[in-house]
């Protein structure tokens, strides 16, 4: 329960490519995390950045998830049919005068002296909106600390003027931002919980700064470790991460529980992944994962590809 209400989590993938081995670990996490508090579990397909979506995506992460038994409350929520909703909150932010437009290019941005990824505000007092040109609509931070408390990372705060700067809400192609859109998609749904990777933890204090903003609920968060690679890479469809294979569910669902530290009996190494899950549900204990900001298993492929089905 955050604030009295009841426990409501959710699970968004971009439709870039098949699910591969991390993106399943955490939905797993998730899942499971709103299965033993008795909450709903919903499915959210981050679909705005539409250059970046591949036909057949969001088939595949459906039929992958039911194969695996991570089923979905209520119906999908696809963020491409919220366009509304988005601009709207984008209007409550520019009546205050928080948002200007930036035609800074990122060749421009590049070639300057210092940190390339704090904004240098050189936009900042910018009143008239350009028609000749393309703009991205940034968010004026200001010297507040941002802080929360992660269920797994502990206290985690940062000052965004100084770490980040005025941040992207929109870019100039007319898409929202990741930060933007998770923060509106997340109200709109209603979410209390937020499980995910821990790549995205430096996102949560802009998230919680637009929260604060628009006057929204904070929920509560909690950042599981990134699986990574040889390299020390996390997996991920640019670092060609493969999909997850279909041939031996079970064996891969087992995998995955030992990678969040549950120790499932060696008893269940043969049962279904809705055996496994409904063990995993009544036992789910995240605190082994405490501090943990990646986790590199040995032999991925071989340790769960094996075998048929």
Same mark, same amino acid.
């Given at each position: 329960?955050?604030?009295?209400?009841?426990?409501?989590?959710?699970?968004?993938?971009?439709?870039?490519?098949?699910?591969?081995?991390?993106?399943?670990?955490?939905?797993?996490?998730?899942?499971?995390?709103?299965?033993?508090?008795?909450?709903?579990?919903?499915?959210?397909?981050?679909?705005?950045?539409?250059?970046?979506?591949?036909?057949?995506?969001?088939?595949?992460?459906?039929?992958?998830?039911?194969?695996?038994?991570?089923?979905?409350?209520?119906?999908? +929520?696809?963020?491409?049919?919220?366009?509304? =909703?988005?601009? %709207?909150?984008?209007?409550?932010?520019? &009546?205050?005068?928080? *948002?200007?437009?930036?035609?800074?290019?990122?060749?421009?941005?590049?070639?300057?002296?210092?940190?390339?990824?704090?904004?240098?505000?050189?936009c900042r007092n910018r009143t008239v909106f350009p028609t000749d040109r393309p703009y991205a609509l940034r968010v004026k931070s200001d010297g507040r600390d941002i802080g929360f408390d992660d269920r797994l990372q502990g206290s985690i705060r940062q000052n965004?003027?100084?770490?980040?700067?005025?941040?992207?809400?929109?870019?100039?192609?007319?898409?929202?931002? +990741?930060?933007?859109?998770?923060?509106?998609? =997340?109200?709109? %749904?209603?979410?209390?919980?937020?499980? &995910?990777?821990?790549? *995205?933890?430096?996102?949560?204090?802009?998230?919680?700064?637009?929260?604060?903003?628009?006057?929204?609920?904070?929920?509560?968060?909690?950042?599981?470790?990134?699986?990574?690679?040889?390299?020390?890479?996390?997996?991920?469809?640019?670092?060609?991460?493969?999909?997850?294979?279909?041939?031996?569910?079970?064996a891969v669902m087992f995998r995955l529980l030992e990678l969040l530290k549950q120790e499932p009996p060696v008893g269940l190494r043969d049962a279904s992944c809705s055996e496994m899950l409904e063990?995993?549900?009544?036992?789910?204990?995240?605190?082994?994962?405490?501090?943990?900001?990646?986790?590199?298993?040995?032999?991925?492929?071989?340790?769960?590809?094996?075998?048929?089905?």
């Amino acid at each position: 329960m955050a604030g009295g209400k009841p426990y409501v989590g959710r699970f968004a993938p971009s439709p870039t490519g098949p699910l591969h081995l991390g993106s399943l670990y955490t939905a797993l996490a998730s899942y499971l995390d709103a299965r033993a508090h008795r909450g709903r579990w919903l499915l959210r397909i981050d679909d705005i950045d539409t250059p970046r979506n591949v036909p057949g995506s969001v088939d595949s992460i459906l039929t992958t998830l039911e194969a695996y038994g991570l089923y979905w409350d209520g119906p999908v +929520y696809y963020e491409s049919e919220h366009p509304a =909703d988005y601009e %709207q909150a984008l209007s409550e932010l520019q &009546r205050p005068g928080l *948002l200007y437009p930036c035609t800074c290019s990122r060749k421009t941005l590049a070639e300057r002296p210092g940190r390339h990824d704090i904004y240098p505000g050189i936009c900042r007092n910018r009143t008239v909106f350009p028609t000749d040109r393309p703009y991205a609509l940034r968010v004026k931070s200001d010297g507040r600390d941002i802080g929360f408390d992660d269920r797994l990372q502990g206290s985690i705060r940062q000052n965004l003027a100084e770490e980040h700067g005025d941040f992207i809400l929109k870019r100039k192609e007319g898409i929202m931002s +990741y930060q933007f859109a998770c923060v509106i998609d =997340d109200h709109l %749904q209603g979410v209390t919980h937020v499980v &995910r990777g821990f790549d *995205l933890v430096d996102s949560t204090p802009k998230q919680i700064y637009l929260q604060q903003l628009l006057g929204l609920p904070r929920p509560s968060y909690l950042h599981v470790p990134i699986i990574i690679d040889s390299h020390g890479c996390k997996l991920s469809k640019q670092t060609l991460a493969e999909a997850v294979t279909m041939r031996n569910t079970s064996a891969v669902m087992f995998r995955l529980l030992e990678l969040l530290k549950q120790e499932p009996p060696v008893g269940l190494r043969d049962a279904s992944c809705s055996e496994m899950l409904e063990w995993a549900v009544r036992n789910w204990n995240p605190e082994p994962l405490i501090k943990i900001h990646a986790i590199q298993p040995e032999m991925i492929e071989e340790s769960v590809d094996s075998g048929e089905g």
